[in-house]
């Protein structure tokens, strides 16, 4: 059973940095890929980036891109989201998901999600 759980989220000032992880756990995740994405209050879930397991390669939304860094670390089985800069709108919880092949900007297409980190960014 393939166990996704995040940690890291917290109060910071705008300006500030935090690093999520995403401890995973359950399977082998070559061929799988691992997204973050994150859900303000009254909002939908917002694709923030992603990553292949494999090939480590990345992709990001657009007006994200530079302030967030995605990685991971095979031999610790995690996936990493270093965020700078951030400022109050990033406000979310943030939720680490896997998914089978290729990753995709869709939640729904995601099968494995971890029960989410709060980040409260202050102005």
């Known amino acids: 059973q393939v166990q996704l759980a995040e940690s890291g989220g917290g109060l910071v000032q705008a300006g500030g940095s935090l690093r999520l992880s995403c401890a995973a756990s359950?399977?082998?995740?070559?061929?799988?890929?691992m997204g973050w994405f994150r859900q303000a209050p009254g909002k939908e879930r917002e694709f923030v980036a992603a990553i292949r397991w494999t090939s480590a390669y990345t992709y990001y939304s657009g007006s994200l891109k530079g302030r967030f860094t995605i990685s991971r670390d095979v031999a610790k089985s995690a996936v990493y989201l270093q965020m700078n800069s951030l400022k109050p709108e990033d406000t979310a919880v943030y939720y680490c998901a896997a998914k089978q092949g290729s990753f995709s900007t869709f939640s729904e297409d995601y099968s494995y999600w971890g029960q989410g980190t709060q980040v409260t960014v202050s102005s």
């Open positions: 359950g399977r082998t995740f070559v061929s799988y890929a």
